[in-house]
């Protein structure tokens, strides 16, 4: 694993026969993903995919809703 910052890294993984990939310890730590987790995979076709646990996903998807909604004065 190639560090960058404390709170950034780079690292390569390789994608198993049942296509899946193993998230590297200090990512695990770092992020506080647990076993038993559930990770929301975002694709774009032209920038790639992203993990973010869902938890997270769901507090940034309701903030830019409640924005929204605060919005309509």
Known sequence: ????????????????PKGQITIPSAARKMFNIKEGDTLMVMGDKERGIALIKDDVFYQLMGG???????NKD
């Open 64 to 70: 830019m809703f409640n924005n929204e909604n605060s």
């Open 1 to 16: 694993m190639k560090d960058i910052k404390e709170d950034r890294f780079i690292v390569s993984v390789k994608v198993g």
